[in-house]
């Protein structure tokens, strides 16, 4: 017997517990043998392990569902615990236009067309590439892809890495232990995730190794079962790196592997384990490369020039 504190995260309690504690009532009958005691955000839960895994992907459902539909009816309160309500949900997910529903039920979804293929190259394809400008969201849809996955229970887990290779920087030149060195450089793959997993949650799957970020290096060695598997930064991948990412593949995982050829950090630039895969891999069936152009930048306005410029130069200088 154990027991576990839950926080909600993102919405009001009484959208869970009901008015003087109704659904909550509800909640208690369905899981007699657990004692649950709630308290504001707080929900305390003691009981056998199995049970209270199940609590919490009940009580994770009834959240995602109200976030969702901004309405949980006492009907639907039942249906989604007997799990009558899942297929219903699953449809309903299916004919909206969101890939998942962040935090404060924040949509997201395919902005442009390039991320919109990207998305239906998914569905047919387990390894795909992504490449193209900073700022198209090439990494973003990837990562909203891989938590979808995750939350329909497509896959096991989710792995994030990236070549430890910076622009202009060595990581033994700076500060701290090894993970205070990475950190910083993963940064922008933490941040995505925080947008769509509450941050209490996402801890915990950090912790637990369900989500994993980590340098490219760590990969050596495994073979990747039941994984949804992004490689951010593709373009600083040495031949040989990208090839032993890529044959690290297992059963049942999907792999995007992103990157913009126009930013090789590697020297020389011809080195570059992308530049050769896009070159062997391509019309190869189950693989598919989705080009992003300055059409998809969704950042600031000023970087689709900032991008157009620098292209500019390079092609002035190739010639």
Request: zero cysteines; proline letters at 3%.
């Amino acid at each position: 017997m154990i027991e576990k504190v839950i926080y909600l995260e993102g919405i009001e309690p009484v959208n869970i517990y009901g008015a003087k504690n109704t659904k909550l009532e509800i909640l208690k009958n369905f899981f007699p043998k657990l004692k649950i005691v709630a308290r504001g955000d707080e929900v305390k839960v003691k009981g056998e392990e199995n049970l209270i895994n199940e609590f919490e992907e009940k009580l994770q459902l009834l959240i995602e569902y109200f976030l969702k539909f901004k309405k949980l009816e006492n009907d639907e309160y039942e249906a989604l615990l007997r799990g009558d309500g899942i297929s219903l949900l699953k449809r309903k997910e299916e004919s909206d236009e969101a890939l998942v529903y962040g935090n404060n039920a924040k949509p997201i979804k395919a902005r442009t067309v390039n991320q919109q293929k990207l998305v239906d190259e998914y569905d047919t394809n387990d390894l795909l590439f992504a490449i193209g400008p900073a700022g198209s969201g090439k990494t973003y849809t990837a990562i909203a892809l891989a938590v979808r996955a995750f939350k329909n229970k497509e896959v096991k887990r989710i792995i994030l890495t990236r070549p430890a290779v910076e622009a202009g920087e060595n990581l033994g030149f700076l500060p701290g232990d090894l993970k205070e060195k990475l950190d910083p450089y993963l940064r922008p793959l933490y941040d995505a995730l925080k947008d769509m997993l509450p941050s209490r949650k996402l801890a915990e799957l950090i912790e637990d190794g369900i989500i994993e970020i980590a340098p490219l290096a760590y990969m050596r060695g495994r073979t990747l079962d039941n994984a949804f598997v992004i490689l951010d930064e593709a373009q600083n991948t040495t031949i040989n790196q990208l090839k032993m990412f890529l044959t690290r593949m297992g059963k049942n995982a999907k792999f995007i592997v992103n990157g913009d050829t126009t930013q090789i950090d590697l020297r020389p630039k011809h080195n570059s384990g992308l530049v050769q895969a896009l070159k062997i891999l391509k019309g190869i069936k189950g693989i598919s490369i989705v080009e992003f152009d300055e059409r998809d930048i969704i950042r600031h306005h000023l970087v689709k020039y900032i991008v157009d410029a620098y292209k500019k130069l390079d092609t002035e200088e190739n010639k």
